[in-house]
C-alpha cells in the first residue's frame, strides 16, 4: 500500500498515512521517466452545528429504512474482521489501485485499533444480518508528527482518515451518508473541529457527490505515478 503524491498545500499535515511531499518531488520523479498515472481530490470540512444535524438526519433516515448502522465496537469481536473484510473486499473490487485485503490482516487492524480507542469512529451497516457497507475511520494521533523548530500543529491538521464501501445491493440508498455521518458524529463528540473526507479518486463521482453531501469542501490535490519497464 502506498499513497499518491500531493500537487498542493505542500505546507499542510495532511490526514493519517497520506504522504507529505515537497514540490520539487515531481520534477525528480518524472526526470526518473515516471508518467502520471492517476489523479485524487482530498475532501475536509469544519464541524458546525447544522452539519452535525444533517448527519444524525442521515444516520435517523437509514435506520428508519431498516439497516443498522453500528459502530465495530458494538459488533462482536468475532464477526468484526469477516463482515468488514467481505463488504470491503467486493465494494472495492472494480476500484483502480485495490488490492484486496485478508482477514487477518484487519484482525490485526483492528486490534491496533482497538488499542487505540478507534473502534468507535469504524462503522459496519448491516441489511438484516447481512454486512453491506464498512467504513474505516480512525483518528490521527497528532503527536507521532515530525515538526520543524517553532512549527505547532494547527486545530485543523488534527484529522482523521476515511475509507468507505458499500456493497452493491445497497448503493444508493443512503448507508455511505449513514456510515459517514455516524463517524462524523463520533469524531465531533470527541472535540474534532475540522474532519476529512480523505482521498478519492478523480473519477469516482460517487464517492465525490458522498463526500460532498456529508458537507466537505476539496482541498487538496494527489497524483500517482506510473513507471513502464521494457527490456533494452
Same mark, same amino acid.
Given at each position: 500500500?502506498d499513497t499518491?503524491?500531493?500537487?498542493d498545500?505542500y505546507? =499542510?499535515?495532511p &490526514?493519517h498515512m497520506?504522504r507529505q511531499?515537497?514540490a ?14 492517476q489523479g485524487?481530490?482530498?475532501?475536509q ?5 447544522a452539519?452535525?444535524?444533517r448527519?444524525?438526519s442521515?444516520?435517523?433516515?437509514a435506520?428508519a429504512a431498516?439497516y443498522?448502522? %453500528? ?7 468475532e464477526?468484526r474482521?469477516?463482515?468488514f473484510?467481505?463488504t =470491503? ?14 482477514e487477518?490482516?484487519f484482525?490485526g487492524l483492528?486490534?491496533? %485499533? ?5 473502534l468507535e ?5 448491516y ?7 464498512g467504513l474505516?475511520?480512525p &483518528?490521527d494521533d ?5 515538526l520543524?523548530?517553532?512549527?505547532e500543529l494547527a486545530?485543523d491538521e488534527? %484529522?482523521n482518515? =476515511?475509507?468507505?464501501? =458499500?456493497?452493491?445491493?445497497?448503493r444508493?440508498?443512503g448507508?455511505s ?7 462524523f458524529l463520533?469524531?465531533?463528540h470527541r472535540?474534532?473541529?475540522?474532519i476529512?473526507?480523505? %482521498?478519492?479518486l ?11 453531501g456529508l ?5 487538496g490535490?494527489y497524483?500517482a505515478?506510473?513507471?513502464?519497464f521494457r527490456k533494452?
Amino acid at each position: 500500500f502506498d499513497t499518491p503524491f500531493a500537487i498542493d498545500t505542500y505546507g =499542510v499535515l495532511p &490526514p493519517h498515512m497520506l504522504r507529505q511531499n515537497p514540490a520539487y518531488y515531481h520534477a525528480l520523479i518524472k526526470r526518473a521517466g515516471f508518467e502520471t498515472e492517476q489523479g485524487y481530490v482530498d475532501y475536509q470540512l469544519d464541524v458546525t452545528d447544522a452539519l452535525q444535524r444533517r448527519w444524525q438526519s442521515a444516520l435517523d433516515a437509514a435506520r428508519a429504512a431498516g439497516y443498522q448502522i %453500528l459502530p465495530l465496537t458494538d459488533v462482536p469481536k468475532e464477526r468484526r474482521a469477516r463482515d468488514f473484510t467481505l463488504t =470491503v473486499n467486493e465494494s472495492y473490487a472494480t476500484h483502480w489501485g485495490w488490492s484486496p485485503f485478508s482477514e487477518e490482516e484487519f484482525s490485526g487492524l483492528f486490534e491496533s %485499533l482497538e488499542a487505540a480507542g478507534s473502534l468507535e469512529t469504524s462503522i459496519l451497516a448491516y441489511e438484516g444480518d447481512e454486512p453491506v457497507g464498512g467504513l474505516l475511520g480512525p &483518528p490521527d494521533d497528532p503527536g507521532e508528527a515530525l515538526l520543524a523548530p517553532g512549527r505547532e500543529l494547527a486545530a485543523d491538521e488534527r %484529522l482523521n482518515m =476515511v475509507g468507505i464501501g =458499500v456493497r452493491e445491493r445497497a448503493r444508493g440508498r443512503g448507508v455511505s451518508y449513514a456510515m459517514g455521518g455516524l463517524c462524523f458524529l463520533q469524531l465531533a463528540h470527541r472535540g474534532h473541529t475540522r474532519i476529512a473526507y480523505t %482521498l478519492v479518486l478523480d473519477d469516482n463521482w460517487g464517492s465525490r457527490r458522498t463526500g460532498e453531501g456529508l458537507g466537505c469542501d476539496l482541498c487538496g490535490n494527489y497524483v500517482a505515478y506510473r513507471r513502464e519497464f521494457r527490456k533494452a
